[in-house]
């Protein structure tokens, strides 16, 4: 290895010192006509391409940055709706609340007026039943006086009274007479 150096320092030497660090001029040549092509042909084939591939990709990005707006848009929007379909709501669910309110206070209003009627209904009911039944009772309690009636007057008379429309005249003078004093006593006390 040590040979092979001496003989290249040695070469250098014979040629000068610039000779070892600069090329020969037909290389120089033959490099810059390879680099030439090179650069037509990736000139002619491979930068269309990556431009094509560059524009397509802006293109994509501007494509993802208008759709990204405008779902910012469409979401602003959504927001909005949102808030106004809130608001909504909540004046129908204020006037559903008003009107079952009133349709509250209108059911207890009738409720009221229907159990009205139905106590009126039963009072009625209550004073023509009392008032059959105090009939009843006088008509009961006039049939047992002319009993007794009769009974007594023929202990006091001393003899069976036959003719029972004399008797029942005779009752229902008495029990008239009686309630005719009662009436005026009844006056008296109130006066």
């Not at 003989?7 to 290389?27: C, K, N, R």
């Not at 006037?95 to 509250?104: G, L």
């Not at 009636?149 to 007479?177: M, N, P, Q, Y």
Request: without cysteine.
């Amino acid at each position: 290895m040590t040979i092979a150096m001496h003989q290249v320092i040695a070469a250098s030497e014979e040629v000068g010192g610039l000779a070892v660090i600069l090329p020969p001029l037909y290389e120089i040549f033959w490099s810059a006509l390879v680099l030439l092509i090179v650069l037509l042909l990736v000139g002619k084939f491979a930068l269309p391409r990556l431009y094509t591939a560059m524009d397509e990709r802006q293109a994509k990005i501007e494509e993802g940055l208008a759709f990204a707006e405008k779902a910012k848009e469409d979401q602003a929007r959504v927001v909005r709706d949102r808030e106004d379909a809130l608001k909504q709501a909540n004046i129908e669910a204020h006037e559903i609340r008003e009107k079952a309110s009133q349709e509250a206070q209108g059911i207890i209003a009738d409720a009221r007026v229907e159990a009205q009627n139905e106590a009126t209904r039963i009072l009625e009911n209550a004073q023509r039943q009392i008032l059959a039944e105090k009939q009843a009772a006088e008509i009961s309690l006039r049939s047992d006086v002319g009993l007794l009636a009769t009974e007594l007057a023929e202990k006091i008379v001393g003899e069976h009274l036959s003719d029972t429309a004399l008797t029942s005249r005779v009752v229902d003078r008495f029990l008239d007479d009686l309630e005719a004093d009662t009436l005026r006593e009844s006056e008296r006390t109130n006066r």
